[in-house]
């Protein structure tokens, strides 16, 4: 589910932010409750935290599902900052933690005791969800977070401007390029990335064949291959063919939608508004291979809803989070299909969410299916920023690709050094 569209959040950096606790400092709280569950529970005061989605309806949709909770009476904190991850932190450090809050595996969380283990809750259904799912959320064997939606992430494109222009769908980074430039005319760019480029990222180095680290968490992503993207990179920059300083970022489907560029790189929530707007004349196809040895990747974005392990209410907040999250399929179902597409992190209610079974909606699915990718749950913010640091000095600024992950390559090493010795 994108943030809202008329502020100017990265949802990239939103589903991977993670500032670390004790860089935090002394920050204030991030404002009193604005949402009230209404429960008809009494005694325990649960808080649960969200951001403010972007789609109708989802704010309603969160501040009604707990009124049927019996246990607990549950307050909603929606915000609707462009901060989310700033507040949520600073939030953390105060009295007025929530007990209950979304956010993305991020294992300083579980390192620095944040997060609840939650794999009592979890384990009787384990099988139910995704696999790679939960080997996301999982550290040293223990589950932290319930994953809540999955979303991918693809090209959207008009099938109608490829077919007026004698091309087909992108298989590499190569083909890619050149279709947009046969795409660009005088009123409209044939590729929209994203104004920071960022959201790529991850889809270039998967698409190269590499990823970010290895099965033994070291680094995997400094290879020939994602030396040559970065190099195709630059060139797709400087063509003139690329649009770049767009009224919104790539989670909004407005750059496409308004004709401002032929193909954009979006997520699977944004496909109604793409639907509304252009009809059947919408099509998705997955990051291309950015060498000839790479695959396609789909990179899978998401939210999970995870327990304050320093809360006054543990046992009580794990006890509502199974409820909601675990045992009420209808509401799971509910939030990842009816404000925005995304899908269902449950195994079973993917199985029967009719409204991805059709049309676009299971092109996602099956192309999350064959190319889909997760987030490591070791790559942390401070790895994160080096990766984008890449593309700012080898792509925006034509630096040398091998200098730039050599740079790259010291701070996440400081990084994993910090983390597993």
């Not at 007990?99 to 005791?113: A, L, N, R, T």
């Not at 968490?217 to 190099?231: C, F």
């Not at 291979?289 to 789909?298: A, N, P, Y």
């Not at 790559?379 to 992950?405: F, H, Y």
Request: glycine fraction near 8%; include cysteine; charge should be neutral.
């Amino acid at each position: 589910m994108s943030a809202l569209s008329n502020n100017n959040w990265s949802r990239r950096s939103l589903f991977r932010a993670a500032a670390g606790m004790a860089a935090a400092g002394t920050l204030a709280a991030c404002g009193s409750n604005n949402g009230r569950g209404g429960g008809s529970g009494s005694g325990t005061q649960l808080t649960q935290m969200f951001h403010a989605y972007g789609e109708a309806g989802v704010e309603q949709a969160v501040k009604r599902y707990p009124t049927a909770y019996k246990s607990a009476n549950v307050t909603t904190q929606w915000i609707t900052s462009s901060d989310y991850e700033s507040k949520l932190f600073a939030t953390l450090l105060t009295k007025s933690a929530p007990d209950v809050f979304e956010f993305h595996p991020q294992i300083q969380m579980v390192k620095s005791g944040q997060v609840a283990d939650l794999s009592d809750i979890i384990d009787p259904v384990k099988d139910d969800f995704n696999p790679a799912d939960i080997k996301s959320h999982t550290v040293d064997g223990k589950i932290y977070g319930v994953r809540m939606i999955d979303d991918p992430q693809f090209f959207f494109y008009r099938p109608s401007l490829f077919e007026k222009a004698g091309v087909k769908v992108p298989e590499t980074l190569d083909e890619l390029i050149e279709i947009s430039a046969k795409l660009t005319t005088s009123k409209m760019k044939g590729l929209y990335l994203g104004n920071d480029l960022h959201a790529i990222i991850s889809p270039l180095i998967w698409s190269a064949g590499a990823d970010t680290l290895d099965d033994k968490n070291q680094i995997a992503y400094h290879t020939p291959g994602v030396v040559e993207g970065l190099k195709k990179m630059r060139k797709l920059f400087t063509s003139g063919d690329l649009l770049l300083g767009a009224p919104t970022d790539y989670w909004d489907p407005s750059a496409l939608n308004q004709g401002l560029c032929a193909i954009q790189f979006c997520g699977m929530w944004a496909m109604p508004q793409f639907q509304k707007a252009l009809g059947d004349d919408i099509g998705i196809f997955p990051f291309p291979k950015t060498v000839d040895s790479g695959k396609q990747s789909v990179y899978n974005g998401g939210w999970s809803m995870f327990v304050n392990a320093k809360s006054d209410h543990v046992d009580a907040a794990k006890e509502y989070v199974k409820w909601l999250w675990i045992d009420q399929k209808k509401d799971q179902e509910d939030f990842a299909t009816s404000y925005g597409f995304h899908i269902p992190p449950r195994t079973s209610i993917a199985a029967s969410a009719t409204k991805l079974k059709t049309g676009l909606p299971a092109e996602g699915v099956k192309l999350f299916n064959q190319f889909g990718h997760f987030d490591n749950i070791g790559w942390t913010q401070a790895m994160i920023q080096a990766s984008w640091d890449v593309l700012a000095n080898c792509v925006r600024k034509a630096g040398d690709p091998e200098k730039a992950l050599d740079q790259c390559d010291t701070t996440v090493n400081r990084e994993l050094k910090k983390l597993f010795g």
